[in-house]
């Protein structure tokens, strides 16, 4: 940002264009809340924890930018997220896919997210550049909790367990806690390409997952 406008890198022109599907999102919702009052009304909006660091501030940066009353935020897990909209609790939803939608909810894609091992800087594997199924066997893993994502983390499970159970040894459920366990020492951590590009941790190096599976 300068002292004249924004000014955005390659990678924030990406985020831009992958976050439209969302501010156009946005504008429904709140022409929706609005057909039952007068008034302009402070949106629902739910939110998974690994939305705090890429999704959330350019939502809220929206609602500033059109003068709409400051929203209700709700942290909230994908399943809970469902269930608040079943009842019209909520009004916008930032959640892990997939998941089965109630009748009259829209589901809008942003895009696939690939994703990153988070390593302590000291250890073997740092010095490759990058990282396969096959090298992490038996590896001790720090990942969120199973309810914040369950799709998400049986498929994670699923490939890193290469046939056993995966070798969790903590879970948590915001990014930069799961980078401090890491940095700790404690084990290895998946983290979202997003979140990896804009959030640097001393003693945590990225390295790419190569081989991951498509679904």
Not at 85 to 92: C, K, R, S
Not at 190 to 214: C, E, F, M, Q
């Amino acid at each position: 940002r300068s002292s004249h406008g924004v000014v955005l890198s390659e990678a924030g022109r990406a985020l831009v264009e992958e976050a439209e599907p969302i501010l156009a999102a946005l504008d429904r919702a709140e022409r929706r809340v609005r057909r039952h009052g007068k008034a302009k009304p402070a949106l629902r909006i739910g939110f998974v924890s690994a939305a705090l660091d890429v999704l959330l501030p350019q939502v809220l940066e929206r609602i500033t930018e059109k003068g709409w009353p400051t929203p209700n935020l709700i942290e909230a897990t994908t399943n809970d997220q469902i269930a608040h909209f079943a009842v019209g609790q909520m009004d916008l939803g930032l959640l892990h896919p997939p998941v089965e939608a109630p009748a009259g909810l829209s589901l809008v894609g942003l895009g696939s997210q690939g994703f990153v091992f988070a390593l302590p800087e000291r250890h073997f594997l740092s010095s490759l550049d990058v990282i396969r199924t096959s090298d992490l066997a038996g590896m001790p893993f720090v990942l969120f909790p199973q309810q914040q994502g369950p799709v998400l983390h049986e498929a994670i499970a699923k490939a890193l367990g290469q046939g056993a159970e995966m070798n969790i040894v903590a879970q948590a459920k915001r990014s930069h806690t799961q980078l401090a366990l890491v940095a700790a020492g404690l084990g290895i951590a998946v983290i979202g390409t997003s979140v990896a590009n804009r959030l640097n941790y001393k003693g945590v190096v990225y390295r790419p997952w190569s081989d991951r599976p498509a679904k």
